[in-house]
């Protein structure tokens, strides 16, 4: 079994900052691609930022120069510094990765539950 739990949603005013972390547990044998996603009401999930097993970052335009995504693969965990928040930033965040656990043949893709950011004043 593999579980994700996140952390660090909250209420902010713009300008504010916010810091989401995810922790894995479980029978992890490798994480590889780590991201974090966000689905604001009656949109689309889309990718916030997401980073690589060698460290290797990419993130949304919409985020850029805000947002540091950094992950701990000793502690397997993933974490988003979310700085100058902005009321387009309100959205649930989710914690993705792709996880090969032990006795599986190919990475799974797995998510977390998902934590709520709000930006308002």
């Known amino acids: 079994q593999v579980q994700f739990v996140e952390s660090g949603g909250g209420l902010v005013q713009p300008g504010g900052s916010l810091r989401l972390s995810c922790a894995a547990s479980g029978s992890i044998f490798r994480l590889y691609e780590m991201g974090w996603y966000r689905q604001a009401p009656g949109k689309q999930r889309e990718l916030v930022a997401r980073i690589t097993s060698d460290g290797s970052i990419n993130y949304a335009d919409s985020v850029k120069g805000r947002f540091t995504i950094s992950r701990d693969n000793a502690k397997k965990t993933v974490l988003l510094q979310m700085n100058s928040l902005k009321p387009e930033d309100t959205a649930a965040y989710y914690c993705?990765?792709?996880?090969?656990?032990?006795?599986?043949?190919?990475?799974?893709?797995?998510w977390g539950q998902g934590t709520q950011v709000t930006v308002s004043s």
């Open positions: 993705n990765a792709w996880v090969s656990a032990y006795g599986t043949v190919a990475p799974i893709s797995y």
